[in-house]
């Protein structure tokens, strides 16, 4: 019987020992299973936090830059005042009224105040200015790179020939083929198309202008040409042989990118004519915004070229690649010297300094070898041109720096100013107003006489609602892309 309690002990005790096998391999289990899914959490936790952070970075640095570009608006709204108060000094010295100031160039000096703390604290360098007195300046959390503003009527406007009339057509069929017709251009027009057809210089002009204008009539970009578009041949279906899925708008461009779309405006045409350097958005020489007519003062130095050509394409600075040199380089230096100052007091005037005539430009071209431009018709060329921006692009960037990244948000805004009143005219009128109240009526009222019971303004009108708005002194936006 003992021999028999024995062998039950030994197997009770193997069977114990079995057991307790099983149990560390099921701790070992569930200790891996812990892990794996604390792991997951982990990183889901730190994923959505980490998107959390840069959503509130990136709509911080929204908010920053929106600050930058309503900062800028009202600098560009003070210019008429700023204008006001030079323009005794003007008639002084230059006997001419004052130009337009182009205070938007000096973003940085004016907007350092609103800036971070660093910024502000340059100003105040500068400025031997304090900070402390002032009231609801500086960022907190960011910064905003200061603004850099555009002058869209300072370039060439391919909307301008959707008004339809051949004169503007016509215009702008010059001012692209002055841009980029010139002969010394024909290497960059040697390759051939998606269907395996040439687009030279005069086709893509005119299938820019197709792409606008509101007929199917093919636009033939000659510039010696005078007689209208009516009498010539129907726009091809170039788009749908090469299999696109879209055909000409006949409508206004909506964004500089629609551009793109365009027959011919490939990579390196965009990178040489309408956007040369990316990073810098005032060497641009074209637009889809603007008035129409160019901005001497404030055109590039190509761009001013190409409305030269126009007015005079047989000159020889639109035909002779040392005679263009020449130009460029002057207007450039022209424009260094100045740092920003106009260099044309009128459209006339821009006609007589590219004839070597008048004072500034037209002597040094003559000192550097350029032979005079003889327009054909300078009162077209004056018609075409003005020496005051309306419409302004402002591109203003949010910087929201972190631990290991820093968020960057970019707005690009279109002003029109063109509808809006001077700053504090409004307030002004308010003031005359009141000042009016109490008075006696004037006229031949007589003493027996009492004035007229004032009667309640009627509802406005849709026109004068919509005249109302257009009418904010910090202009009106016409285009806005977040990026």
């Known amino acids: 019987m003992s021999a028999y309690l024995q ?7 193997a069977r114990s020992k079995r057991r307790r096998g099983v149990a560390l391999i099921m701790v070992l289990g569930a200790l891996v299973v812990l892990t794996v899914f604390a792991t997951e959490l982990q990183e889901r936790t730190s994923a959505t936090l980490a998107a959390s952070h840069a959503e509130r970075d990136a709509l911080r640095g929204e908010y920053h830059a929106r600050s930058a570009l309503n900062l800028t608006r009202l600098l560009i709204a003070t210019e008429p005042i700023v204008r006001k108060a030079v323009d005794p000094m003007f008639r002084i010295a230059m006997k001419t009224p004052a130009p337009q100031i182009p205070v938007w160039k000096f973003t940085h000096l004016v907007l350092a105040p609103f800036n971070d703390a660093n910024h502000a604290e340059d100003f105040s360098r500068v400025t031997q200015v304090s900070m402390e007195s002032g009231k609801n300046l500086g960022l907190s959390g960011g910064r905003f790179e200061y603004p850099v503003v555009v002058e869209e009527d300072a370039l060439i ?14 215009q702008v069929s010059d001012r692209l083929l002055g841009l980029f017709g010139g002969s010394h251009f024909n290497e960059l027009f040697e390759d051939v198309d998606q269907d395996g057809q040439h687009s030279n210089q005069p086709v893509i002009c005119g299938q820019l202008i197709d792409w606008s ?44 990118e629609e551009l793109r779309l365009v027959r011919g405006v490939s990579d390196d045409f965009w ?9 810098d958005p005032t060497q641009r020489n074209m637009t889809v915004w603007g008035q129409g007519k160019v901005n001497v003062n404030a055109a590039n130095a190509q761009t001013l070229h190409a409305v030269v050509c126009a007015g ?7 035909n002779d690649v040392e005679q263009m040199q020449i130009f460029l380089t002057t207007i450039s230096l022209a424009k260094s010297i100045t740092q920003g100052a106009p260099l044309f007091k009128s459209p006339k005037a821009f006609v007589r300094a590219m004839g070597g005539k008048g004072k500034g430009v037209g002597p040094l071209f003559a000192a ?6 003889d327009f054909p018709n300078p009162k077209l060329v004056q018609r075409a041109i003005t020496t005051e921006s309306r419409v302004f692009s402002i591109y203003a ?7 290991q990244r820093e968020t960057r948000v970019r707005i690009h805004t279109v002003i029109d100013f063109r509808s809006a009143n001077e700053l504090g005219a409004a307030a002004d009128e308010d003031k005359d107003k009141d000042k009016d ?47």
């Open 157 to 170: 406007n391919v909307n301008a020939a959707s008004l339809g009339d051949p004169d503007s057509r016509k």
């Open 312 to 318: 005079a394409p047989e000159a020889p600075v639109c």
């Open 7 to 13: 062998l039950k002990r030994k197997l009770r005790r």
């Open 397 to 403: 960037q949010g910087v929201v720096p972190g631990k």
């Open 368 to 373: 550097l070898g350029l032979e005079p431009i």
């Open 213 to 256: 204008d509101f007929d199917e009539i093919m636009t033939p970009c000659d510039p010696l040409a005078e007689k209208s578009k009516t009498s010539e041949s129907p726009e091809d279906n170039y788009y749908q042989q090469i299999g696109l899925k879209y055909q000409r708008k006949n409508a206004p461009y909506d964004s500089l």
């Open 271 to 279: 990178a040489n004519f309408v956007d040369p350097d990316a990073s």
């Open 437 to 483: 109240k109490g008075k006696p009526p004037q006229g031949d009222l007589k003493e027996e006489e009492e004035p007229e019971t004032p009667t309640l303004p009627k509802d406005p009108t849709p026109e004068q609602l919509a005249a109302a708005l257009a009418s904010d002194p910090m202009g009106v936006i016409i285009y806005h892309r977040l990026e």
